[in-house]
């Protein structure tokens, strides 16, 4: 390590934060009454319907909202702990620890049904029907081949042999499309969300048929509940690299952590690469806390079982930025992040919550908002439409 990274490491994290900054650490507290969403690692099971589904919401705190603790407690805490903790400088991966920290534990379903079962939403495979999927099967040479039409018909029996199959009609809506036929491609798109209004896809080809049709407003809207179903959708990502002439970009991730916390023989291990934002030693720090104390998960959540859950993302983005705004106000902007700029205007609208769930917890989980219930639907949809799914300029929506 170099004496540079290492008098990085030797930083003091501030023991009082100024009055605006307890103030986003009460931001982020604020959040607890969304509720905080979590998932389960699935249960083995030789096929992914029979694997335990993620549970969508509960109340893992306690009857009293427990506090989000400040950098300064986190680390008297560590200090104070039989457990060895151990800094090391380190460089982090390329766009950050966050494959190691929020590996995906859920499989993806690739037609979501969301049923309710116990009081909770569940997602199941749609059913299919094999006399549909024959014609289907058929249709799409024809139209990888653009014989729309042809294709068009075939899709249009699928959908009388099956009228509940959303995807037929999500496919006939496609050979409307394509054939510079946006208006039928938008009531079969349609017919598609009012069958499934869960499968994201149906959105994006309903914003796309909107659009062409000069309905902007509507084609944001739809486009935003595209995102808001799959945060992870490369394609409308790659849709609107493409078209930048729609003036709308989707942004790249803000939560890309330089800090990381694991476990080793000897006890936890606190990475932090020097060359990044301080603020990432305290979200290290905090990491480490929650692998290395169960008592403070259990104080938290309720459980000593580790699994995502939105409170401990929340305490230890607030204490990452705490460091990065006391940082700031010092004037020590050399490895000053433009990504915490971001999270600290998130944290100030409230919706810190919500970028958990969206940058986060779509990673654990890529369908973690069909479990959701319809309230914070709504709330990460608000955050889609004003933090991520943003104008660049070039048409007035």
């Not at 008297?76 to 702990?81: I, N, Q, Y």
């Not at 510079?180 to 491609?185: E, K, Y």
């Amino acid at each position: 390590m170099t004496r540079r990274r290492a008098r990085r490491l030797e930083a003091p994290l501030p023991s009082k934060g100024s009055s605006r900054l307890n103030r986003l650490l009460l931001v982020a507290g604020c959040a607890f009454v969304l509720g905080c969403a979590s998932t389960q690692k699935p249960a083995a099971a030789s096929r992914p319907e029979a694997s335990q589904p993620a549970r969508a919401t509960e109340a893992e705190a306690a009857p009293e909202r427990p506090r989000l603790l400040s950098p300064a407690e986190i680390a008297k805490r560590l200090e104070e702990s039989p457990v060895a903790y151990k800094v090391e400088g380190k460089d982090s991966p390329r766009g950050g620890w966050a494959d190691a920290l929020w590996p995906q534990r859920v499989e993806e379903a690739q037609f979501p049904r969301v049923v309710m079962q116990d009081g909770e939403r569940i997602i199941r495979e749609w059913p299919e029907n094999p006399d549909a999927r024959k014609l289907l099967d058929e249709a799409e040479p024809l139209f990888r081949e653009k014989k729309y039409a042809e294709a068009g018909k075939l899709y249009a029996r699928a959908t009388e042999v099956c009228p509940d199959c959303y995807m037929a009609w999500n496919f006939r809506g496609d050979a409307a499309y394509f054939a510079d036929d946006a208006a039928t491609a938008l009531e079969h798109y349609q017919k598609a969300i009012e069958l499934n209004p869960n499968d994201h896809r149906s959105w994006f080809f309903l914003g796309n048929a909107l659009g062409k049709l000069g309905r902007f407003e509507e084609a944001l809207d739809a486009w935003a509940q595209c995102l808001t179903l799959n945060p992870r959708y490369a394609v409308i990502r790659q849709f609107f690299r493409n078209n930048s002439h729609l003036g709308l970009v989707v942004r790249e991730d803000a939560i890309t952590p330089r800090g990381y916390a694991e476990r080793t023989g000897e006890g936890v291990s606190i990475q932090f690469d020097p060359n990044h934002d301080l603020g990432w030693f305290a979200f290290a720090n905090c990491k480490a806390l929650w692998i290395g104390e169960p008592s403070h998960r259990k104080e938290m959540t309720g459980t000593t079982e580790e699994h995502f859950n939105s409170i401990e993302e929340l305490e230890c983005l607030g204490a990452a930025l705490v460091v990065h705004e006391d940082q700031k106000r010092q004037g020590k902007t050399e490895s000053s992040d433009a990504a915490f700029d971001r999270l600290y205007d998130v944290a100030n609208d409230g919706m810190l919550l919500e970028a958990v769930l969206f940058e986060v917890g779509s990673r654990v989980h890529p369908q973690i908002v069909l479990t959701l219930d319809d309230a914070v639907r709504q709330r990460l949809k608000a955050y889609v439409r004003k933090h991520v799914l943003v104008p660049v300029g070039g048409i007035d929506l």
